[in-house]
């Protein structure tokens, strides 16, 4: 286990790396997630893959997160295990509510940008975002194309100036 520089421990986190690509993130939430034994020391051996997960609520107004991959640990013998089951997220109530209506009314897209430990506790950062169309996708790009030029040319400046 990696250490970081306050003496705690760095877990890995698994991030959703086509979030910011294909979705503009309007506001996010810090969810727990019910995970099985197993599937918590996947986790921390960083077996998940969330790039085509999405949340959905039900009727009794839960929220499960849907298509997240957590691969079984293969020190675990469980011939029933299902990699992409639901899983239950655990919000506050008036979180809840809020994403509820940003799923029904607003038709918003709610998905997962990272899982990541807090403590001993796996959390789930999720997003309520809006689509990106094909000519906003290649604005971002531009975007950072020139932010990445721009930093190049700092580092040639000061790298030339020592």
């Known amino acids: 286990m990696k250490k970081s520089s306050d003496g705690k421990s760095a877990e890995r986190e698994i991030r959703n790396k086509r979030a910011f690509h294909d ?3 309007d506001e996010t939430f810090e969810a727990g997630i019910v995970l099985r034994g197993a599937e918590v020391k ?7 893959q969330i790039s085509d997960a999405f949340v959905r609520g039900n009727r009794l107004g839960e929220l499960f997160l849907y298509n997240a991959e957590i691969a079984g640990y293969k020190f675990c013998d469980d011939a029933e295990y299902n990699h992409t089951r639901p899983r239950k997220l655990l919000l506050h109530s008036s979180e809840i509510k809020k994403i509820l209506v940003a799923l029904e009314r607003d038709r918003s897209p709610v998905i997962p940008l990272k899982i990541f430990f807090k403590g001993n506790l796996a959390k789930v950062d999720i997003a309520i975002c809006r689509g990106k169309k094909l000519f906003d996708k290649r604005e971002t790009l531009k975007k ?3 932010l990445r030029d721009a930093e190049r040319a700092m580092s040639m400046r000061t790298r030339g100036m020592q």
């Open 144 to 146: 950072k194309e020139a």
């Open 23 to 25: 979705y503009f993130v």
């Open 42 to 48: 996947s986790l921390r051996a960083g077996h998940a």
